[in-house]
Every structure is written in C-alpha cells, then in structure tokens.
C-alpha cells in the first residue's frame, strides 16, 4: 500500500498558469447524474459488502430502483427545461436494462462515461487483466449500446486500486473522476499514455450532502448556490469547475426536485459560465492547457 | 489473487430486471387515473404503531428506533412507549378535527398489549394493517422459512381476532423483507404490501399465490426518515411534506391522479413540540380542492378498476 496516491505533484492553487474556458467563461459548469443498477443478489467480493442488511436489502435496493422508475424522469425534465445537459455516470449494464433511459438522455446530446458495469461489483481485489475487461465491456457498451465513444470513468461505487488509472489511460480514456484534490483539471502521474483529472464532488455531491449530513432541499439548494458564487468569483482569475453530481433516486423524489431547478436557473442566469459536459472540459483542456501546465509543473520538480 | 471468474458473470443483463417479483416500468408512461369525483391526490396517512422490545437485540441490523444503551434502556423503551400511550391520542385527536381517515399500521404485540387502541382505530373507521408482530422480530434473508411463516400467521390472525377487520395490508418491521415475505403474506390473504420504496403509484407484485399489488409508502418524508434519522426540524418536516404534495398535485394534472402517503409514527410526531409540524402540513393540504383522503384498501380499489392489468 502507498502514503499517497502518487498520481499528481502539489501544485498551489495561487501559482498556477490561468486556465481559460471558451468565450472567456469563467467557470465550467458540468452536471453528473449517476445513472446506476444496484443488484438484489449481488455476488460478494472483498474490501466492501454491497448492501448493510442481510440480502434481500428490499429498502436499499427498492430505493434506487425509484431512480430508474420515477425520478430520472423528473430530473430529466428539469435539466432539459433550464438547457443543461448531462454528463451520465453510467453502471453500463442499464444499457441491457433500460433502453428507454438511455435513449432519452442521447436524444438531449448527453455524455455517457463509465461508473463500472453495476454499482455493486467493485474494483477491490480484481488483477490488472479484471480491471482491463471491465474497461474494455464498458467502452464496448456505450459503443454498442448507447452510440457514443466512451471518453471518461468514476470508478463502481468509487472502488479503486493503485492501478486503476494506469489502466484507463493505456485503455485511451481520456479523464477520470475520482480524485476530489482540486477544482481544476490536473495532469496525472500515469504508467504511460496521458490522463488528466476533471473535477467531480463529493461536498457537493446530493447522496452525502442529503444522507449523510442531513441537508433538507433548502439547504441543499444553498450549499450548492454558495459553491457556484465562490467558484464563480474566483474564476474572474483563473477558469474553475463546478460538478454536481447527482442521483435522480434522491434528487429526482417529489419533495426535492424544486431544489435542483432553482439550482440550475441560478447557475444559468449568469454570465460568463460554459455548461459544459465533462467530454468537452477534458477535450478543451488537453487542447489548451495541458502541455502549458505539464511544462510548469516540470519547472517545479526541476527547482525541488 | 485475482477475483474468482464468477465475479463477472451477469445472469439479468438483458430488458428485464433482475427478479421475477415485477416489470421495470416508467411512472410516467402509464395510463394516467382517476380517482373518485376527478381528485388529483389520493392522500394515504400511515400511523404506525410499533413495539419495541426492552431485551430486543438489534440483530442481524439495527432497526430506526431501537435500544442504544445498556439493558435495560428504559430511555429508548419509554421514548418509544411514549408513542401508544401519549402520542398516538394526539396524532388521532388532530386527524379528528380535519376529519381524515388513516390507515394503523400494528405490529401485532400492539394490539395484543393495547386493545384500546384497536378499538379506538375502528371506531373511527380507519384501516388496520399488519406491520409483523414486533420491532425486534424482522423479516430477513437468513430466516427459516417456518420461522417466518409462524411470525406471518401470528401478526395476520392477532390482528384480525382484535379487530374484527379483513385485514388486506402489510408493511414488514423497518421495511424489511426475505426473498419468502411476499409469498407468505399472500398466501395469509393479503393484498397489498408497503415496503418496496421504488414508485409514487401502486404496481403488481408477483407471488406464489397470485398476483398482489405494491403500494407507494414513503420512505422520504416519513417522520421517521426527516426528524430522527436526518435530525431535520420540524419546519422542515412541513415544507417537504407540503413540497412533496404540490409536485404530486401538479403532476396530476397531466399524468392522472397521484398518491400522497404520509406516513407518522406517533414516537416522534406526537411530541407535543412537534405535532404542529403535522398540523401545519395538513392545514395546507386540504386547503386544495381535489384531494381525496381515504385508506389504502380503498385506494387500491380504485386503482384496481381502471389500471391496466
């Protein structure tokens, strides 16, 4: 086991070369709802149990199964309704599930990235050669199944191992989603090929911000409303992302879909913001900014 | 040592879900419904009685409300006993003034204890449901199906023998089920079961004996889930109830007739600094035109009639 990751380098946030969105925007903006198939009987692994009752978990599993029967649809609407599209976290076998979800978010231009193949098979314990055939069924499926070439990955249930990111950038990927070090992309330390970090969130991020620290719709639309405002101000200097990620089982429940409206009518009603998908934040950077601050963050290393 | 090869084997990946209870099927592509004299929302109160043994193990899991403390937790047991003695009385004297029916939700050991109780439920008309014989008796993966069969007989035919009532519902102990619940409920003459926590509307459910209907309890904005697990105050509790009703509401207008459920225990809702937040939200809901209160078998019914089988 590793003290650290030992995939980027400390890079202060106020001594860093300024990152630029299109048009000047000041901030992207990207939403990630997190598109997943929780098994009734799912097989056990190491390193995590997949549900905390004894199987049938009926409360657990019936909970997100509202995400695919009721509440993507609610959330759906409310983005298509305020422009925003998503970038989909997606468990890929819900391309064998539920076409009919799949197809609803392709018909509003959406991303769809892997989450792993169902959220509760993990990564733990699997050798390089698993982790391989887990990447390559995921870039299979959401060519076959979805029409789209797979550019990015948060691992299942944010299960990882110290390989994982040498093996999404030999497979091509192209970001991933599982560091939270930072609110701008950052090149990674890779085996070979290239790979970069896209900031997703876990502060903002509905399942701990409403399960776990208790927020109500009100305070989940302040939190958010507050992480926008600062990110917002501090992008005037130098570009930043906003992710949300969320879960049409939480966000999509009736008493809290007004929240995520009143969200995403905030954020548009600014200036100045690209809503992006994470495909597009990855593609700009790389085109723009990765050479520029891999250089910088080699000047470091030859000064240290 | 890598994961065994059946890690990766995906027995359901195809159209389907990965069981047989029920058909994955989207809410908002169904037939829309009516219910009687063109409401928009059936509201479908829940009042739970619950007994939570003093000497209970919170075994093979911890159960929303059960002992914390070292034997004997007279802190938990009484907090919790507060609910049938005390709060229960208030729940029911506020249903009262706005003339609404619910429908009782008894663990068994309830009304075994409290038969006053079950008096004052029928007297009243309102529903009563078997929520299994105690708190500490769950139903779980694991159980011996005899086992499970004898907790299912012995909630089902207490019940009926106290309160005269056909007793049609069943909500397990902490929404807790084994792979066995729903075919020994339905083979005890049960007709509709609360503890799947996938729809706001009601849906088939596949059993041994025949087919028997899921209906949408909620887990969300449950007293339960709101004022002890999330710790939330009681203004939350009303805005989100209320929130929760006016999405339902609106929707109702386009896609058919929708189902509040508010589901009380009176433990918590009784508090006396907290039934307000209850008569807060009730204040506003039946300030709408268009809703329609009745119990879960009458509105099973009425779905029953025009829903597409």
Redesign the interface.
């Known amino acids: 086991m590793l003290s650290d990751p030992d995939r980027y380098d400390y890079f202060p946030l106020h001594d860093r070369p300024r990152i630029t969105w299109p048009n000047d925007a000041r901030l992207a903006f990207w939403v990630a709802p997190n598109i997943e198939f929780y098994?009734?009987?799912p097989?056990l692994?190491?390193g995590r149990v997949p549900w905390?009752?004894?199987?049938?978990d009926?409360?657990g599993y019936?909970?997100r199964?509202?995400g695919?029967?009721?509440g993507v649809?609610r959330m759906i609407d409310v983005m298509a309704r305020n422009g925003v599209r998503g970038s989909v976290s997606l468990n890929v076998?819900l391309c064998?599930?539920?076409?009919?979800i799949i197809k609803a978010c392709n018909e509003l231009g959406w991303e769809f990235f892997s989450h792993g193949?169902?959220n509760t098979?993990y990564l733990y314990?699997?050798?390089e050669?698993?982790q391989i055939?887990i990447i390559r069924d995921s870039i299979d499926t959401i060519r076959d199944k979805a029409g789209q070439e797979m550019s990015g990955w948060l691992s299942p249930a944010l299960t990882n191992t110290d390989e994982t990111i040498d093996l999404l950038a030999e497979a091509g990927i192209q970001y991933t989603l599982d560091l939270m070090h930072d609110d701008q992309p950052t090149p990674l330390r890779v085996r070979s090929g290239r790979l970069i970090s896209v900031p997703y969130s876990l502060e903002i991020n509905d399942v701990p911000l409403l399960?776990m620290r208790?927020a109500?719709?009100?305070r989940y639309a302040e939190i958010c409303k507050a992480q926008f405002d600062q990110l917002y101000a501090e992008g005037a200097d130098n570009g930043m992302v906003m992710c949300m990620p969320l879960h049409p089982f939480l966000v999509g429940?009736?008493?809290?879909?007004?929240a995520l409206d009143e969200i995403l009518r905030y954020v548009t009603s600014h200036d100045g913001v690209w809503l992006a998908t994470a495909r597009e934040i990855a593609a700009w950077y790389y085109q723009h900014h990765y050479d520029t601050v891999a250089a910088a963050l080699a000047a470091r290393r030859r000064a240290a | 040592?890598?994961?065994p090869e059946?890690?990766?084997?995906?027995p359901?990946?195809?159209?389907?879900?990965?069981?047989e209870r029920y058909r994955?099927?989207?809410?908002?592509t169904r037939r829309p419904v009516q219910w009687p004299d063109g409401a928009r929302v059936a509201l479908w109160i829940t009042v739970h009685l619950e007994f939570f043994p003093l000497d209970m193990a919170n075994l093979?899991?911890r159960v929303l409300g059960g002992m914390e403390r070292g034997y004997p937790d007279y802190w938990n047991y009484t907090l919790r006993d507060y609910g049938n003695r005390v709060g229960v009385w208030r729940v029911m004297r506020l249903l009262d003034r706005y003339g609404l029916r619910a429908t009782a939700a008894f663990n068994s050991d309830v009304a075994q204890r409290y038969p006053e109780l079950v008096r004052a439920v029928t007297d009243r008309r309102w529903e009563v449901m078997a929520s299994g014989v105690n708190m500490a008796k769950l139903h779980?993966?694991?159980l011996p199906v005899e086992a499970e069969r004898a907790l299912v007989t012995e909630s089902l035919s207490t019940l009926r023998r106290i309160s005269g009532a056909a007793v049609r519902g069943w909500h397990?102990p902490?929404?807790?089920?084994?792979?066995n619940t729903l075919d020994l409920v339905a083979a005890e003459g049960v007709t509709y079961v609360a503890?799947?926590?996938?729809?706001?509307m009601p849906y088939p459910l596949n059993t041994k004996s025949g087919t028997i209907h899921a209906m949408p309890l909620t887990?969300?904005?449950s007293d339960r889930m709101?004022l002890w697990?999330?710790?939330?105050s009681s203004a939350?509790f009303t805005?989100?109830?209320v929130?929760?009703?006016r999405?339902?509401y609106d929707?109702a207008g386009r896609h058919g007739g929708r189902i509040l459920s508010i589901a009380l225990h009176p433990w918590i809702i009784g508090q006396p600094h907290r039934i307000k937040a209850l008569d807060a939200a009730l204040s506003q809901i039946t300030g709408y035109a268009g809703v329609w209160n009745a119990t879960g078998a009458e509105i099973l019914d009425a779905w029953r009639q025009q829903a597409a089988p």
């Open positions: 098994e009734l009987h097989p692994g190491p905390p009752r004894p199987f049938p009926v409360l019936s909970y199964d509202y695919n029967r009721v649809w076998a064998d599930h539920f076409p009919d193949v169902y098979r314990g699997m050798s050669a698993q055939r399960t208790n109500s719709p009100e429940q009736p008493h809290r879909i007004r | 040592m890598p994961l059946s890690y990766f084997d995906y359901y990946r195809g159209e389907r879900l990965d069981h994955h099927q989207t809410l908002f093979p899991f779980v993966g694991g397990s902490a929404h807790s089920e084994s792979d503890d799947w926590i996938n729809d706001d887990h969300e904005w709101l697990q999330y710790h939330q939350e805005s989100q109830v929130e929760a009703f999405v339902l929707e």
